[in-house]
């Protein structure tokens, strides 16, 4: 009972927070994607457009479905559900923290706790091969969608991706692989716990430092072909616009073709949060305590906060003299959490954890608007001619460098 | 039976090794069936891959029973030599395809007589 | 708990199974039977076999069955035309098979010799671990030869489905 009820919680916590996240993203995207074109992107709803996901959700919730009648109408409904699933079951075994204890408490006269549980929704023993199998099972939602909308630019969308998906996801997981043979486990709790500590007071213990095979490579392979995994340019293919009108999805609207954005932006935060676990060391810091790792995150939020400060002191535009001191209020109250001494335990590992996932995140999003489109056959030339012989390389060095040192 | 010795053994029992078995028959023959009756070439060639997979859980349930890994290993090379046969086969079916633009297996029949 | 996901997955393992036979467009028939191949890994993690559960999900369904929905949808695969099925195949056939069923049922009730029983959890040996020792100790061989296999796989398969050059 006490288990279904902290599950219950933890569930309903990582949806709402997760939900939030995927609708932000799509903002954080497209204003760094503006400034990097020197544009300022969404700005109209709410101050700096920080509503404009929500507007879109209500755009999206609002319009009509159109039911093109040249459909299988089974799978052309189905896919886009199947899609989002697939994409939303393996943030469920995604470790983000260490334990937490909440302190017993008297409620009514009973009670509760206290009660130990760990930051993830589950913890299993074969955890990483489980996010394999679920990647490998997301590519049914967009051959799919594909080939059920009975158009031909649909159709070639969906070969494309289901050719690209099993060609990516040898390099992926020859990448995954090596870090592999240094930590001896498959659970990604037990993997991001392999990687505490540090090499001469101040060099992190993450896989890509790691002392007999530091695994800077399989990182660089297996972000690569995440990219080609999530469909993002420049391995977006299966939705071409300016060669497939828009690939898998162009005959869906309303929900439907949202369900295939949060898909995409679903898979991306479960790639990045998966990288940030194998191979940038969890939720452990960048350099010890001692060195004052636990005060970069106030003094981060404090730094932001005086720049909204300033720039509402002396503002650009009209309502950036409102808008921004409340950003700026913001921003010192989360330094001021962040620095209190209770809640450091909790928030810190948090607080590196998404630091390292934004990061990767934006990666994704700085690529987006720098690298144009690969061409097909370099596309698959370019996993099976290279990737996959390097992948393979990496991987017979590291269990060389690992054999030689145990 | 009784409904409540029925509902607790639904409930805390453990599941007999025969039935795992009995289930791996049924999935077997049901792929001999589609083996014999679907004419499409690739369906006939799912079938295939239904009845290893019924194989399959014969080996694990074994597995099981014997305390063994054995079985598990076996599994394993039964995926292996099926994936080897999909892309082999599913090559064959291109040809074939190519050839003769045809899928119905009563149609490919030139070895005939 | 064991009896209960035993029978649903049974279940939908069976279910999905006939509907690869009674299907008439060949994708329907891949993804009912991806739908099993998923429901076999579940009653692998059952008995204990993580590691194996995880490869079925990772080869059979992730994939084997994708190549296939590949072929078909490059293919253009059609429904399959029913034709020269006759009456008395009906009339003599579902007889049959329900005394097969039965005579089958009979000697399994009868001639199944006493068996243990399967209980979740009462057996670890099919982790990562213990499947990866046995491979690379006792099973060396096996699995060298069939790396051979494969290399003769990919090799046929690409002389196989290769364009004629000239």
């Known amino acids: ?406 | 039976m009784d409904p409540a010795q029925v509902l607790e053994t639904l409930k805390h029992g453990a599941v007999p090794t025969a039935w795992y078995l009995a289930l791996s028959a049924v999935l077997f023959v049901i792929g001999v069936a589609g083996f014999i009756l679907r004419r499409n070439i690739i369906t006939v060639f799912m079938c295939i891959e239904l009845m290893l997979n019924a194989v399959n859980l014969s080996f694990i349930a074994f597995a099981h029973e014997h305390k063994q890994v054995a079985g598990h290993l076996f599994t394993f090379f039964v995926m292996v030599v099926a994936a080897a046969e999909a892309a082999v086969g599913l090559a064959i079916i291109l040809t074939v395809f190519r050839n003769r633009s045809t899928l119905n297996i009563d149609e490919i029949e030139s070895l005939k007589n | 708990m064991d009896p209960l996901f035993f029978l649903l997955f049974a279940f939908i393992a069976v279910a999905c199974g006939v509907n690869v036979v009674l299907q008439k467009h060949p994708i329907s028939s891949a993804l009912s039977l991806v739908a099993v191949m998923a429901s076999l890994a579940v009653l692998y993690l059952l008995q204990g076999a993580e590691f194996i559960a995880m490869a079925q999900m990772i080869v059979y369904a992730g994939a084997i069955m994708v190549l296939f929905i590949f072929v078909i949808m490059l293919l253009n695969a059609g429904t399959e035309e029913t034709k020269g099925r006759s009456w008395m195949a009906l009339i003599f056939g579902v007889p049959a098979i329900i005394g097969l069923l039965g005579s089958l049922a009979y000697f399994m009730q009868t001639g199944m010799p006493k068996l243990g029983e399967v209980k979740f959890g009462d057996w670890k040996g099919g982790g990562a671990y213990e499947v990866g020792y046995a491979l690379f100790t006792q099973y060396l061989l096996p699995f060298e030869v069939t790396s051979v296999l494969i290399l003769i796989a990919i090799v046929g398969a690409i002389v196989l489905a290769r364009k004629e050059l000239d």
């Not at chain 1, 939900?19 to 990097?36: D, N």
């Not at chain 1, 709410?46 to 479905?65: C, F, N, R, S, Y």
């Not at chain 1, 494309?160 to 996801?169: F, H, L």
């Open chain 1, 1 to 406: 009972m006490e288990f279904l009820v902290i599950t219950g919680v933890k569930l309903a916590l990582i949806l709402f927070i997760f939900m939030t996240a995927l609708a932000y993203l799509q903002w954080v995207e497209r204003k760094v994607i503006a400034h990097v074109q020197v544009r300022m992107g969404p700005s109209r709803v709410g101050p700096h457009g920080l509503l404009q996901p929500l507007a879109d959700v209500i755009k999206l919730i609002t319009k009509e479905g159109v039911l093109p009648p040249h459909v299988n109408k089974f799978y052309y409904l189905a896919a886009p559900f199947f899609a989002v699933f697939m994409a939303l079951i393996s943030i469920s075994i995604i470790p983000f923290g260490t334990d937490i204890t909440i302190p017993a408490m008297v409620i009514a006269g009973k009670t509760f706790g206290p009660y130990k549980t760990m930051m993830e929704l589950a913890d299993i023993n074969v955890g990483v091969l489980l996010i394999l199998a679920v990647s490998s099972l997301g590519v049914y939602g967009i051959a799919l969608a594909g080939w059920s909308s009975n158009n031909k630019y649909a159709l070639l969308g969906g070969l494309r991706s289901s050719a690209q998906m099993i060609s990516y996801e040898l390099p992926m997981s020859l990448a995954i692989a090596a870090p592999l043979l240094t930590a001896g486990t498959l659970s990604l709790r037990a993997i991001a716990d392999t990687q505490k500590g540090f090499y001469f007071g101040f060099l992190p213990h993450w896989a890509i430092f790691q002392f007999p095979a530091p695994q800077i490579f399989s990182f660089i392979i297996f972000m690569i072909a995440a990219f080609a995994e999530t469909n993002r340019i420049p391995f977006d293919l299966p939705e071409a616009e300016n060669e497939l009108v828009a690939g898998f999805h162009v005959e869906y609207s309303s929900m439907s073709f949202a369900a295939f954005f949060m898909a995409e932006y679903a898979n991306m935060v479960t790639v990045c949060s998966v990288a940030t676990i194998l191979f940038l060391g969890g939720w452990h810091p960048l350099f010890p305590e001692s060195m004052g790792s636990n005060l970069v995150a106030p003094l981060l939020m404090a730094a932001v906060g005086s720049v909204c400060l300033y720039h509402g002191l002396n503002p650009a535009r009209p309502f950036d003299r409102i808008t921004l001191p409340v950003f700026a209020v913001v921003f010192f109250g989360m330094a001021g959490l962040l620095a209190f001494p209770p809640t450091v335990p909790i928030i810190m590992p948090i607080f590196w954890f998404t630091a390292k996932l934004l990061f990767l995140l934006f990666l994704f999003v700085w690529i987006r608007a720098t690298l144009p489109r690969f061409r097909y056959d370099q596309l698959m030339g370019f996993a099976w001619k290279f990737l996959f012989p390097v992948a393979l390389l990496n991987l017979l060095v590291t269990g060389f460098l690992v054999a030689l040192v145990s």
